[in-house]
């Protein structure tokens, strides 16, 4: 058994579309980044790497390579799943935790735990999201940033 942990935090601007969990928000603001930005998917990437042994997403999909300009993370995420399946892993749990001050994001978990059951070939059981604020407090508090932790089992 191997244990991974990811974390990833985007900054929110406008003119972009909010995506986490592969699943389109409807808000005033996306997140800044080369790909599609979404933080929970990163996170859960970087977890599954770091449970492989195998670095960080950075390594894999680095943001100076123009083939993941605007890659939808839940692509890369079937390649990193495929990876892991490839070195006879599979997945046990996942636990995660998205960080936003705004939108609520508790309606859209059930969509998110869809998207990555079937992708990761496992059942929505073996996926926990939790959906939390930062009480106001520093920049996702603030509505700057929205951030992700993803704790990963595969054996």
Known sequence: ??????????????????IIGGVEIPHSKGLSGHSDADVLVHALIDA??????????????????????????LDLL?????????????IINIDSTIVAEKPRLSSYIDKIKNNFSKIL?????QVNIKAKTNEEQDSIGQEKAICAWVVILIE
Do not use: C, Q
């Open 1 to 18: 058994m191997r244990v991974g942990h990811g974390y990833d935090i985007h900054k929110l601007v406008p003119d972009r579309k909010l």
């Open 48 to 73: 599954m790497l770091g449970a492989l042994g195998l670095g960080d997403i950075g390594k894999h999909f680095p943001d100076s390579d123009t083939r993941w300009k605007d890659a939808n993370s």
């Open 78 to 90: 079937s390649s990193v799943y495929n990876l892991l399946k490839s070195k006879d892993f599979k």
């Open 121 to 125: 070939e496992i059942s929505n059981e």
